[in-house]
């Protein structure tokens, strides 16, 4: 990237003064150079694990800049990686050397909501906490939340197929996007519309069997198919009765029973069902000040306790309370549950879920985390935490103090368990002791090394621990057909994808 690139980057732009930010010096002074730190959070992610250093950052404010930014780049051969909000936790969203950075931060507009069907068409740079706060007064919400809800953006959920805390309930965005506008990254910069309102052919349908489903690739391909620039999607009815508990168990099979005992009573009002462990609670009320919903806390050298937090949505109170209120009787008559807390109002609502949410907050202000996003069968899930524990104890990273804490915590309903492992700092000891280990155990229980955080920089080299060889291969042929000069995010996603022959 050079000062002729910015210059003709900038050409292209309607506002290219608020749209392009760059470091590289104007030679005639037509346009303002950047400090460094203005580009300094585009170039670093979420966990300050992964660092870039891009001169470039593009904002474009429409799906015809972004044509013009990909063919050009397609032209000159310019790396480009997308980014929406950046609160990926893989290494996806930054450059890893000096690529283009492409934002979808300017692109934030609601093209049309049908009040009928609830379905939502969006730019992709519409950051889901906003989506949902323009739904809830229409009475809708988004099908899916997150933690990151208040910087992430929707193009960034699609493209790294974010589950989160409603999949139970809602599924997954396989199952709601019913539409995506994406950008290719080809000689034409092809805008490639597929069931979009006004997009030509097929529009924003639920039921369209025309041919092969291509939105369903740019759901997870973390862009390495193309920039997703717009997006129709199925909102639910908003539920006008909630209700929040966070339960203490004994151990870890009682989470398994209890999970069982409430799928079978609460039925279609469940909405969502998380767990964490005690160490997990731990770090939570030292870090971010939250106070404990439980009157006492477990005796000194007694087993350590697990927690639920159950949450039921449906359309009528008194039915919902009755049925939650006979779950719990049952589950402590019969000792599966030693207490719990069921919130009376909104804001233990709120402070019940940000025991569960800030989790991973806390986690970042006790140090550097190595973060695992795993599923596998739920029996197997915990064993898998214990056996991380019993590593770092026998290799004394435990007693050394390189690693602080280790918590298990995730969305039980889905079978996906996260463990994060508190380092000191970052560490290449503590990451060569737990990678490929955690992989390989992960492997061991048929399971997947990533639910839904997707792959990026730091997952690429180990995807065949979840997908054949065969697979893996026609994926590299997919990723070349819509990237022919393999310029989007290259290194990132598969594995020596580089020993494919680039086209053109
Ligand atoms: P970015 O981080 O900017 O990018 C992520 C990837 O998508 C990158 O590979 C990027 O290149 C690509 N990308 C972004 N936008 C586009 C686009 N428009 N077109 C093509 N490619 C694009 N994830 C879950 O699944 N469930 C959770 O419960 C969850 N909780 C989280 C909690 C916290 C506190 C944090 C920080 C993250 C959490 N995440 C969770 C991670 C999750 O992947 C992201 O938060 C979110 O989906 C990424 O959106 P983003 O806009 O920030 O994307």
Known sequence: LDADDVAHLRSLLSTPDSSL???????DGSWKEAAPEDLVSYNVDWMDKYHGNSPVLVKPKSTDEVS????????????????????????????????????????????????????LTADAGGILESLSNFLHPKGYMMPLDLGAKGSCHIGGNISTNAGGLRLLRYGSLHGTVLGIEAVLPDENGTVLSINMPGGGGAGALRKDNTGYDLKQLFIGAEGTLGVVTGVSIMTPRLPSAYNVAVLSVPDFASVQKVFKETRGQLGEILSAFEFFDHEGLEMVLEHTGAQSPFESAPEEGAEKPFYVLIETSGSNKDHDDEKLGSLLESLLENGTISDGTLAQDETQVQSLWSLRESLPEAAGKLGRVYKYDLSMPVKDMYSLVEEARERFAEKGLDKDGSIKTTVGYGHIGDGNLHINIVAKDWDKKVEQTIEPWIYEATAKRNGSI?????????KAPYVGYSKTDPAIAVMQQIRRLFDPRGILSPAKYLPQASELPLQG
């Open 21 to 27: 930010v760059t470091t590289i010096p104007s030679p």
């Open 68 to 119: 013009k930014v990909l063919q050009y780049c397609y032209q000159k051969r310019i790396a480009v990686v997308p980014q929406g909000g950046n609160t990926g936790l893989v290494g996806g969203g930054v450059p890893i050397y000096d690529e283009l950075i492409l934002s979808t931060e300017g692109m934030n507009q609601i093209r049309e909501f049908d009040d009928v069907s609830g379905i």
């Open 450 to 458: 990533s639910a839904e955080h997707g792959l990026g920089l730091m």
